[in-house]
């Protein structure tokens, strides 16, 4: 298999595909702040991606990554208690549509992402300099291995969201980004 433009295109459907693949961010159109580890717990945030009118995207998987001092298991990152979690939800300005957490079960552990990830695993970095040793934590949440992507359009304002509402300024670094590719209609 060679490479290619990611763009899939079926007459006899009328439509297009674009692979993407994008990092989650505050503002939902890939240009606002990315990183997830700022003080949250006095208000929370969302963040997000989010079509533009006209645009239907399908999320197939998304990834949580954390990197921290070390990974530990029965909290967040090395040792961040959360109080209010971490959730994921299909929203738009005016509701929350799905909460992706069955029985809304907000994650508060590093071992928590394994409730809804088929994938998971630590690695740890090597030092650098006078950097102690790091790990990274990598979660993929799969949707599409659940039977069905995510569907996100646009003209209904819809968008995925990761809420963060706890403080995770003790973390290294936190982000979160999608797989998935964009649905067109001919015209």
Not at 12 to 29: A, H, I, N, P
Not at 147 to 166: H, K, P, Q
Request: glycine share 10%.
């Amino acid at each position: 298999m060679g490479g290619g433009s990611g763009l899939h295109q079926d007459p006899s459907e009328g439509k297009t595909y674009q692979f993407l693949t994008r990092v989650l961010d505050k503002v939902g159109d890939g240009t606002g702040d990315i990183n997830a580890n700022e003080d949250f717990s006095a208000a929370p945030v969302d963040f997000k991606i989010a079509p533009a009118p006209g645009e239907i995207f399908r999320i197939a998987s998304m990834i949580c990554q954390v990197r921290d001092s070390a990974i530990n298991p029965a909290v967040y990152g090395a040792d961040i208690v959360l109080a209010n979690g971490i959730k994921a939800s299909v929203k738009t300005d005016a509701e929350v549509r799905i909460f992706l957490n069955p029985a809304n079960v907000n994650i508060k552990t590093n071992f928590d992402w394994g409730l809804y990830c088929y994938d998971a695993s630590v690695q740890p970095l090597p030092a650098v300099g006078p950097n102690p040793v790091e790990e990274i934590m990598h979660a993929q949440w799969s949707f599409h291995r659940s039977g069905v992507e995510i569907r996100l359009d646009g003209d209904a304002g819809e968008y995925l969201a990761v809420t963060c509402n706890d403080d995770l300024t003790n973390l290294i670094s936190h982000c979160f980004s999608v797989q998935g590719y964009q649905e067109k209609v001919l015209t």
